[in-house]
């Protein structure tokens, strides 16, 4: 994996052990079930993925580095964000789109080298990228942030479709990357800006059997 | 695998893409939220089965024809189920009674062809039958319809024994099938019809810790 | 594995079926639904682990034993714990604690000996310890045991380390897993009878977006 592809995996990993442990400290938990939680919301999705594929030995098994940056962000979150209100409300969803990108296209990307299809690789960015937030939002018993009607899905899709079509046009990895990267993020955070959504399949008047 | 069981597969997989979609609609989700709850359903099980016994990647990751079905299967159920009395309010029981027997007996089938013993073969299958179910009904928050006391597990594992004893007695791959099949949709539909169930073990009054 | 350990890991998967099965109980399941939740419950963690770790097929695949542990403990649990008053309230509380401390050292031994580093080994004991006890609470629509502010994972986390830190320092094998288990079942029974907590992370004041 080239350097910045790398450091790119690191931040995203950040970015999720933050959202997991403000999770976590809206439940309060003791400071072991912060780090449990943010764990799972930082590599659970490309945990998922590497199964799936056979990667296994997962990705963070034999490089400490990912559980290091977990540590250390569950460290800062605990000792900073003592006050909630320094939080300002549009972080963490910000902060969690920026991992998605991230996330998605990291996924893909791991799953192109391994010689997979294109429609596998953008399903493979898809897990990285919502996976670690299902899990987390079913351990804290929410309906997962995926699952509602803002564009959520639809970002990283996009994302994943975006960067494989850059590859197959011809397009150098890197600037793909980028690309790709901008589309889901800017989806993404342009959905929560102005509240966008796509027009929902409601079956909600049909009582559950 | 011979192109029978591969239709049966294929239909099984529709049947809870299908089911997966109108629980989406009941969750007023937009259609990559859709798209993502319907595959889950799909192909949660047989994901869950391959990589416990190690046949990675998974069946579908090089296989489109799986995510073509399910995408159409969304497709059709978004533009077709527009009004939930459209429905019959017996259609998706049904449909997934007919998705446990199918997926039960391919799982099974697809174990004994690894070299799996014959007791976890009926465990494959009961994963592969009864995972997508559990994973779609965790992410819409209820209570999973296998834990249920209506008759559902129970249906799986005795398709699973009447496969695996019949192949043992001798009778051919395709009767042990079509036998398993009906036996385990057979006894989940009279379930649903007469509802049936087992006498439960209720410790109910005992206060949870 | 040495006759003993694996004697031990059946105790544990013993003591996790009926908490399992206890669990099925206070919902109300048919014998089959408490036998799928017996199963998760004591082979869940394990199962995470393999596959995380790539030692497929999983575990209890290919031994019986396992299953027949699961059976028998569900067999009797339905048979004898047919009044709720009959199960004095900290029995459960303790099995859990024992199992929890069993698992741990037994998942972090398994680690250790496919070569993974002391830092893997613990959270691999920490997945084998609370991952069957988490999706049986999140089956049953329970936030997990181990993300309430008793110490749970502490416990874990605090017996993975004390394991991988007494064989780095010499330790025989046999003393640093009855060192390390003493050590995690002790701290759980500690937190339990007095309602030992850490100092939690509380952010519940700001409102979830």
Redesign the interface.
Known sequence: MPEWIYFFDLCGTAVFALSG??A??????????????A?VTAVGGG?IRD????A???FW??D?TY?IVILSTVLL??LL?RK??R?P?KV??IADALGLALFTIIGAEKALSMG??G??AV?MG?ITG?GGG?IRD???????M?????????AS?AGGIGYTCSLSFGMADLSAMFLAMSTAFAIRLAAITWHL??????????K??
């Open positions: 442990a403000l976590a400290g809206r439940h309060k938990m003791d400071p072991f079930g912060v780090i449990v939680l764990s945990s199964t799936l594929m056979g296994t030995p997962v098994i034999n400490p559980i979150t605990i964000v909630p209100k939080v409300q963490l969803p997979l299809s429609m596998s399903i898809l919502v299902i079913i351990l804290c018993r929410q309906v997962p995926v699952l509602r009607t803002e564009i959520y899905a639809t899709i959504s796509l027009p929902a399949f409601d079956l909600r008047s049909q559950p059997k």
